[in-house]
T-cell receptor
Framework: AAGVIQSPRHLIKEKRETATLKCYPI?????VYWYQQGPGQDPQFLIS???????DKGSIPDRFSAQQFSDYHSELNMSSLELGDSALYFC???????????FGPGTRLTVT | LAKTTQPISMDSYEGQEVNITCSHN???????ITWYQQFPSQGPRFIIQ???TKVTNEVASLFIPADRKSSTLSLPRVSLSDTAVYYC?????????????FGSGTQLTVLP
C-alpha cells in the first residue's frame, strides 16, 4: 500500500540558510500534519492542513511556514536556520473517515 | 487535552505478555485513547484506539475501565522487534483539531 513520502530524507544546511521539506500524503488523504522531533525528544506538533487550508498551529516558529497545494502535497519552509532546528521532521496524513495518522519516514535536518 | 502519565521504561523477555498502563485522570467525555509505537529514527505508527471497555486487533488489546481514568495496552507474546517507545495519547480525535500531542512515552525493551 502507498505510504507517506517525504523528501529529502537527509538535509544538511548551515546556520541562517533556508530549507524546504516536502511531503506527499497517502492518496485520498485530505489532512497533512507536520511534527518536529529533536534528539532524545518526543514528537512535537507544528502545523496541519485540511483541504489545503491551515487547520491548526502548534509550536511552529515564525521563521517556518508551510502550505498544502492543490495536489495535497505539502511543503515546510524553514528560514534563518538555527542549530536548534536540527531534528527529525515527520509528516503525517489522515482522512476524514478515520483519525488514524500515517507517518512518513521523516527528513533528518542537520544545521551546522 | 488530557495529560497522560505512563512509565518511563519497562523491560520484558521474549514470549511474555506486556502490559503498559497509562493514567489520564482528566479525560473528557469526547476523548478517545490512542496508542502509537515508535522505533528509533522512524515515524510513529498507530497501534490501537478505544473509547471504553476492551478493544482488540491483530497487534494488541486495549483495556479501559468504566471510569476511563486509565488504560492498559497489552502486547501478547512480545518479540525482540517490539522494542520501541510506546505513546499513550488522549484527545477528541474525531474533531477538526486532530493533531497528536505526544507526552513522554514508555521505552519497552524486550530481552532475549
Amino acid at each position: 500500500a502507498a505510504g507517506v513520502i517525504q523528501s529529502p530524507r537527509h538535509l544538511i544546511k548551515e546556520k541562517r540558510e533556508t530549507a524546504t521539506l516536502k511531503c506527499y500524503p497517502i492518496p485520498r488523504h485530505d489532512t497533512v500534519y507536520w511534527y518536529q522531533q529533536g534528539p532524545g525528544q518526543d514528537p512535537q506538533f507544528l502545523i496541519s492542513f485540511y483541504e489545503k487550508m491551515q487547520s491548526d498551529k502548534g509550536s511552529i516558529p515564525d521563521r517556518f511556514s508551510a502550505q498544502q497545494f492543490s495536489d495535497y502535497h505539502s511543503e515546510l519552509n524553514m528560514s534563518s536556520l538555527e542549530l536548534g532546528d536540527s531534528a527529525l521532521y515527520f509528516c503525517a496524513s489522515s482522512s476524514t473517515i478515520t483519525s488514524e495518522q500515517y507517518f512518513g519516514p521523516g527528513t533528518r535536518l542537520t544545521v551546522t | 487535552l488530557a495529560k497522560t502519565t505512563q512509565p518511563i521504561s519497562m523491560d520484558s523477555y521474549e514470549g511474555q505478555e506486556v502490559n503498559i498502563t497509562c493514567s489520564h485522570n482528566n479525560i473528557a467525555t469526547n476523548d478517545y485513547i490512542t496508542w502509537y509505537q515508535q522505533f528509533p529514527s522512524q515515524g510513529p505508527r498507530f497501534i490501537i484506539q478505544g473509547y471504553k471497555t476492551k478493544v482488540t486487533n491483530e497487534v494488541a488489546s486495549l483495556f479501559i475501565p468504566a471510569d476511563r481514568k486509565s488504560s492498559t495496552l497489552s502486547l501478547p507474546r512480545v518479540s525482540l522487534s517490539d522494542t520501541a517507545v510506546y505513546y499513550c495519547l488522549v484527545g477528541d480525535f474525531s474533531g477538526s483539531a486532530r493533531q497528536l500531542t505526544f507526552g513522554s512515552g514508555t521505552q519497552l525493551t524486550v530481552l532475549p
